[in-house]
């Protein structure tokens, strides 16, 4: 399995971001899927998981109501929709496949980070 990221870039606080992950290769073995990210300093932390059957959804506290994961089961992609952002949202955003819920490091596949950059 490949994952894909794009749509990170700079943003003032209180704006929004769509972030997007292409799955590519065997997608049936893709199960869950989440994002993750990882600001300076700091350890990589959960953000979102999706289940692939289902959507069943969670969130970390700090973006519950602001962000929204959500995929396409056709187009094979995931995706988190990000708003009212602030500046401690800044960090590189991973999307991450075939895990269990929040721990980033029973995911198998990772994508190759994005950079999300929200000014104050």
């Known amino acids: 399995v490949q994952l894909q990221a794009s749509g990170g870039g700079l943003v003032e606080a209180g704006g929004s971001l769509r972030l997007s992950c292409a799955a590519s290769g065997s997608t049936f073995a893709v199960n869950n899927m989440g994002w993750f990210r990882k600001a300076p300093g700091k350890e990589r932390e959960f953000v979102a998981t999706?289940?692939?059957?289902?959507?069943?959804?969670a969130y970390a506290d700090s973006v519950k109501g602001r962000f929204t994961i959500s995929r396409d089961n056709a187009e094979n992609t995931l995706s988190l929709q990000m708003n009212s952002l602030k500046p401690d949202d800044t960090a590189v955003y991973y999307c991450?496949?075939?895990?269990?819920?929040?721990?980033?490091?029973?995911?198998?596949?990772w994508g190759q980070g994005t950079q999300v950059t929200v000014s104050s």
């Open positions: 999706i289940t692939w059957i289902g959507g069943h959804t």
């Open positions: 991450a496949a075939k895990g269990l819920g929040i721990i980033p490091r029973t995911y198998e596949y």
